[in-house]
């Protein structure tokens, strides 16, 4: 059954015949729709501070002292190998992008676009991670010892958990 909510939060009941149920949540937003708004907040809210980690990253190797220290703990790799900061910003980028998707998505930000586009794109950010925080600790074998302890304790859990939040915001957003 498809219920449509109003961005006012008074449903019009027409539905659009796609079996998806919009979220709202306004003064008439159901208790499920506020928590598919809070998680899309919440996941999005970290791809864009993440987001905007690259982007600095661009430039600095903060929070490390050095790049050296920066390519062993956030990369696993040395200084000459480090991304450019053209894929630095790239990377940006795709995170801002995957942001501004699940919280549409979520009703967080307005939407625009085809329901559709948003619903793909949502399912791709959560595909992503949840694909590097589950497979990635496995092929990421070979980097330096302080990184794959890092990614095992930090980086994999955060993708996962971000990934399954947008896997919840994609599933039952609007």
């Known amino acids: 059954m498809a219920v449509d909510v109003a961005v006012d939060g008074v449903g019009d009941g027409a539905g659009d015949g796609t079996g998806e149920e919009a979220v709202d949540a306004g003064p008439g937003a159901t208790a499920a729709g506020r928590g598919v708004r809070t998680t899309a907040v919440a996941v999005a809210g970290t791809l864009a501070a993440i987001g905007g980690l690259h982007a600095l990253w661009a430039r600095t190797p903060w929070p490390c002292r050095s790049r050296a220290e920066f390519a062993e703990l956030v990369v696993g790799t040395t200084p000459e190998r480090l991304p450019s900061a053209a894929a630095c910003l790239g990377v940006a980028g795709l995170l801002g992008t995957g942001a501004y998707l699940v919280a549409a998505r979520g009703g967080a930000l307005p939407a625009t676009g085809p329901r559709w586009?948003?619903?793909?794109?949502?399912?791709?950010?959560?595909?992503?991670?949840?694909?590097?925080?589950?497979?990635?600790?496995?092929?990421?074998?070979?980097?330096?010892?302080?990184?794959?302890?890092?990614?095992?304790?930090?980086?994999?859990?955060?993708?996962?958990?971000?990934?399954?939040?947008?896997?919840?915001?994609?599933?039952?957003?609007?």
């Not at 949840?130 to 092929?139: D, E, M, N, S, W």
């Not at 980097?143 to 599933?171: E, I, K």
């Open 117 to 174: 586009l948003r619903t793909a794109g949502t399912a791709g950010v959560a595909t992503v991670l949840l694909a590097r925080g589950l497979v990635g600790p496995r092929l990421l074998t070979d980097r330096s010892p302080r990184f794959v302890r890092l990614d095992r304790r930090l980086y994999a859990p955060l993708c996962t958990a971000l990934g399954s939040g947008a896997a919840v915001v994609a599933a039952r957003g609007r």
